[in-house]
């Protein structure tokens, strides 16, 4: 769709889609407070959080299906803050897929083509381009009722890539499948989307999915950004207690207990992969901060077994380590045992 090549094309290398100050609210509820975001040329960002913090929100203002309150947000470098949906050079692919049941696979995935007057054999070019994309061209004249829940997911995704979107809008679109093909799906959508090279804006409520797919995350709390950047800075870096106990396990250690390890009085955080348990033997190396505590459960969960130390000041401390161990040989602590963990000094993050 031509956007108006207007005096504001400059401001695209500030961000291919840019939300400024923006605040959504439904009567008394605010689902969006004072947000700015800003997503680059061909990212693949990440909206991150619980149910309810407003990930959904941002993207039906993005897409044109709700008003901003107040606020402005800017694609390419235009305003389209008062544009309506069908003028936004963006698509969105939905939890449901919402394909048409009674049009056959390639007539779904031509439908936005056809909408545009596109002439037949345009569209069935583009439609077998964009079956070929997502690997389904042998399922063209099938019904979506035909179609696994993965398949009709691609199905979805060749429907909205058809049209050449500047920008592609994800709302959990793999929620609906299970674990497994949950994650072949997740590494399909990374390489189309590198093939393609158009801006994606990836809601999910996974943590997994969020590290697993992004160039950026972006983690939501009640309608507000708690923290943004990479998944390695996220995960490792987290900057509020809210961001290390949603991305994954942690060990959050309260600021006195902190103090009488590390003699700082600040609360920090420790991925229990970071946790080491010591046998009696184990010398602890000269970083390293130890604390002694009792074993109060071991868990098995297949690729690592979870070690749950008791320590003082009322605090759990996980340890996760790897079963790299032969397979038959259990962890050489149990239930009960007085023991040390340790973890190296500068592996834990300082939390305000
Ligand atoms: P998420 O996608 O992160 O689960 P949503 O953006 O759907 O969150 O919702 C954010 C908040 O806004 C929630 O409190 C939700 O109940 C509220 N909300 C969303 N849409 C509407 C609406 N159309 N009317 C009233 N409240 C809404
Ligand atoms: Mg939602």
Do not use: C
Not at 174 to 194: C, H, N, V
């Amino acid at each position: 769709m031509p956007l108006a090549a207007s005096a504001a094309s400059a401001a695209v290398a500030q961000g291919d889609v840019r939300l400024e100050g923006v605040t959504k609210s439904f009567g008394a509820t605010v689902a969006v407070r004072d947000l700015d975001l800003e997503v680059e040329q061909g990212e693949f960002l990440s909206m991150l959080g619980p149910s309810g913090s407003g990930k959904t929100t941002v993207l039906r203002m993005i897409a044109g299906f709700e008003d901003v309150t107040t606020g402005a947000i800017r694609i390419g470098g235009d305003d389209v803050t008062a544009m309506p949906a069908h003028q936004r050079p963006v698509n969105t692919v939905f939890q449901d897929y919402a394909l048409f049941p009674h049009l056959t696979i390639g007539e779904n995935v031509a439908y936005g083509l056809r909408v545009r007057g596109r002439s037949r054999a345009q569209r069935q070019e583009a439609v077998t381009a964009a079956l070929a994309q997502v690997r389904l061209g042998h399922l063209a004249d099938r019904l979506p009722h035909q179609l696994s829940g993965g398949q009709r997911q691609r199905i979805a995704l060749a429907r909205a890539l058809i049209l050449r979107p500047r920008v592609l809008l994800l709302d959990e679109p793999l929620g609906a499948l299970d674990k497994q093909l949950r994650e072949e799906m997740q590494l399909e959508l990374k390489s189309i989307q590198r093939e393609v090279g158009i801006t994606f804006i990836f809601v999910t409520h996974d943590q997994e999915e969020a590290l697993t797919l992004s160039d950026r995350v972006a983690v939501f709390n009640d309608g507000r950004i708690e923290q943004i950047g990479t998944a390695r800075n996220v995960y490792e870096y987290p900057q509020t207690e809210f961001v290390a106990r949603f991305l994954g396990l942690s060990n959050v250690l309260p600021a006195d207990v902190a103090e009488r390890l590390t003699g700082r009085a600040r609360l920090i955080s420790v991925r229990p992969e970071r946790v080491r348990v010591l046998s009696e033997e184990d010398m602890p190396r000269a970083d390293d901060v130890v604390t002694q505590g009792v074993v109060a459960e071991i868990v098995y969960t297949g690729p690592t077994t979870r070690v749950i130390v008791d320590v003082a000041g009322d605090v759990r401390i996980i340890a996760e380590t790897p079963n790299t161990h032969h397979p038959s040989a259990d962890v050489r602590v149990r239930r009960g045992d007085g023991v040390r963990v340790a973890w190296t000094a500068d592996h834990a993050a300082e939390l305000p």
